[in-house]
C-alpha cells in the first residue's frame, strides 16, 4: 500500500512539472501552423502559452471578420475574455459550420495539478508529525514549570 502512494504521489508531483515544461516550449511554437485535428471539426494545439481548442484549421485570433455592405447578413459573433481564457464564437450566414476558438491559459491546468501533490505532502507530514514521540508541550515549547513553593514573594519568581 505504501509503494503505491508512494508511486502516485511521484507521477502526481511530475506533471505539474511536465506542464510547466510545456507551457515554457509553448511560447517559442509558431500558432499559425494551426492546431493538430482530432475530428473533422476539432483542432488542439498547444502554443503562445495556451491550450487551443479550434474548429477550423487555424484558431480564431482576433481580426476583421467581414466586411459587408448594406443590407447584407453580417456573422454572429459571440464570445468573451477574461484573465487566461479566450473565446469566439463565429457563425457566417453562407457557412453551416461556425467558426470557434477556445484558448485557456496553462496556468490554470498546472494550478489544478498542483492539488494532489500538495495533498501528499501535506499528508506524509502529518503522518510523520504523528509518528513522533509524545513530549510534554512545555519542553517543545521552551517553557519551563517551576512550582509553586508556599512562601516565596512573587518579586522572587
Not at 500500500?1 to 504521489?9: D, E, H, K, L, Q
Not at 455592405?69 to 454572429?76: K, M, R, V, W, Y
Not at 453562407?94 to 476558438?101: I, K, N, R
Not at 508541550?137 to 512550582?147: I, N, Y
Request: aromatic fraction near 12%; glycine fraction near 8%.
Amino acid at each position: 500500500m505504501r509503494n503505491r502512494i508512494a508511486i502516485c504521489a511521484a507521477v502526481s508531483a511530475l506533471i505539474p512539472v511536465a506542464l510547466l515544461f510545456l507551457s515554457v516550449a509553448s511560447r517559442n511554437v509558431d500558432g499559425f501552423t494551426g492546431g493538430s485535428p482530432l475530428v473533422r471539426h476539432f483542432h488542439i494545439g498547444v502554443f503562445d502559452g495556451g491550450h487551443w481548442f479550434h474548429s477550423h484549421s487555424l484558431p480564431y485570433r482576433g481580426s476583421t471578420i467581414a466586411i459587408s455592405g448594406p443590407g447584407a447578413p453580417s456573422p454572429q459573433v459571440r464570445g468573451f475574455d477574461s484573465p487566461g481564457i479566450y473565446y469566439r464564437f463565429i457563425r457566417f450566414p453562407v457557412d453551416p459550420e461556425p467558426l470557434w476558438t477556445l484558448r485557456l491559459s496553462l496556468a490554470y491546468p498546472i494550478l489544478l495539478s498542483l492539488v494532489f501533490p500538495l495533498r501528499w505532502v501535506l499528508e506524509f507530514r502529518r503522518r510523520a508529525h504523528n509518528k513522533r514521540p509524545a513530549l510534554d508541550a512545555g519542553t517543545r515549547l521552551g517553557l519551563q514549570f517551576r512550582p509553586h513553593r508556599p512562601g516565596a514573594s512573587e518579586a522572587s519568581r
